[in-house]
């Protein structure tokens, strides 16, 4: 007999998440799990092969791989610069809260839908949990969560103008009634972490003195700026001069990629940076380890495509009669934790969850499943082995999975339980 479709991808998961507890590579553990699962789903080696080839050759597997590795590049000439330290005693002298400026910078480099911008914010979030004398298990989860408080509603990020376009639902209308997670959010996000030893070490006396003015802090915060500023308008530009070609796909990647190398550069030139220091950057094996591993994520992510294995595993649940608020809390959430990517239940779950609201009769009430469905379906992206920040996060860190998923289990436990209370508050009253 067969096995079903969702109990093949989660062998498939648990192998995977085998691999990495027996410290494998990332890269070599998603690439292991891709050439199981493909097996496992019937498909030929051959069929296999050309789906890896296939998901590593498309241009937006390529600009990913680019973009993560400029971040790293941009995060480590920072660093090298001393660049990070002058900005947090700026930072410290403007904002006293050790737990606000903690969680800010994550929290602000989280409004640019980013790919890996958990490692953007890392280094910084590195040293001021230095003065704090938190453990890095801890302050990966901040760096990791904090990032994330944004994406339910922020109407940048894709999965939001998706899920809007695919329901025909007004923008505005489902940002305002998406706001109120994000103070979930954080507030559940808080809880975790509340024990920690939130004094600063760091010299008073020198903090204390220092002038409390916002140039030096706009100037040290520029290259940051640049990248979102620059990125943003970038990307809207390229998009509207090349709607109708096929560089329309990949504009925001290649908008932000241009102005991740701008600043590079500027950094670069206004620390006086030797071709020498300039090329240590560059020859840094973190670079080829992280751009493998956001192979493996990729590939896995077509094979996954390719074997069907996402549609089976929606056909399944259609066939045992659970009610359609179930679906909806079960389906997004599987391939959310299964993809680790919110485009990818969006796209795949969303219009069975549409189609099956319209022949329910219940479109009018679309709002609140599409409200639902984004919840429940980012809750499992942010557990996810696979999501791409959680993992950057934990490698920079240097911690492992399960000291990190333990300050997750509430927060996302929160989000599902207060999505789904809001859900039936919203039906009540539409």
């Not at 400029?70 to 000439?77: R, T, W």
């Amino acid at each position: 007999m067969t096995p079903p479709a969702t109990v093949k991808v989660l062998l498939i998961f648990a192998l995977i998440l085998v691999l990495i507890r027996k410290n494998l590579s990332l890269g070599n553990a998603f690439f292991i799990g891709s050439t199981a699962l493909g097996f496992f789903f019937g498909m030929p080696p051959l069929k296999i092969g050309a789906s890896m080839w296939h998901s590593l050759t498309q241009p937006k597997t390529m600009s990913l791989a680019l973009i993560v590795s400029l971040i790293l590049v941009l995060s480590h000439s920072m660093e090298e610069a001393g660049q990070l330290e002058k900005m947090l005693a700026s930072f410290n002298g403007l904002i006293k809260s050790s737990k606000l400026r903690l969680a800010l910078f994550p929290a602000l480099i989280g409004l640019l839908p980013m790919p890996g911008g958990a490692i953007f914010s890392a280094p910084m979030v590195k040293q001021m949990g230095k003065n704090l004398d938190i453990r890095p298990e801890r302050l990966s989860y901040i760096n990791y969560w904090f990032r994330h408080i944004w994406e339910y509603w922020w109407p940048l990020y894709p999965g939001v103008l998706l899920t809007t376009t695919l329901a025909d639902l007004n923008i505005w209308l489902f940002v305002a009634f998406l706001f109120p997670i994000t103070t979930v959010a954080v507030v559940a996000g808080y809880y975790p972490i509340r024990d920690c030893n939130w004094n600063d070490r760091s010299n008073m006396t020198d903090r204390t003195s220092s002038k409390t003015s916002w140039k030096p802090l706009v100037r040290l915060l520029l290259p940051i700026v640049i990248v979102i500023a620059g990125g943003l308008g970038l990307g809207f530009v390229l998009g509207y001069f090349f709607k109708n070609s096929a560089m329309s796909k990949i504009s925001k990647e290649t908008g932000l990629i241009m102005a991740l190398i701008f600043s590079i550069f500027w950094v670069w030139h206004e620390n006086k940076f030797s071709i020498q220091e300039r090329i240590s950057i560059l020859k840094r094996k973190q670079l080829i380890s992280m751009t493998y591993m956001i192979a493996g994520i990729l590939i896995f992510k077509g094979v996954l495509e390719d074997s069907h294995s996402i549609s089976s595993i929606g056909q399944e649940l259609l066939h045992l009669n659970i009610p359609l608020a179930s679906i909806t809390v079960l389906l997004p959430f599987l391939v959310g934790m299964i993809a680790g990517i919110t485009i990818a239940f969006v796209g795949t779950t969303f219009p069975i969850i549409i189609s099956l609201a319209h022949s329910f009769g219940i479109q009018h009430n679309l709002i609140a499943y599409m409200m639902l469905g984004l919840v429940s379906g980012f809750a499992g992206v942010l557990l996810s082995p696979l999501h791409l920040c959680l993992l950057l996060s934990n490698e920079y860190f240097n911690v492992r999975l399960g000291n990190v998923y333990k300050f997750l289990i509430f927060p996302c436990v929160t989000l599902l339980v207060t999505s789904i209370s809001y859900f039936y508050l919203i039906s009540y009253f539409t």
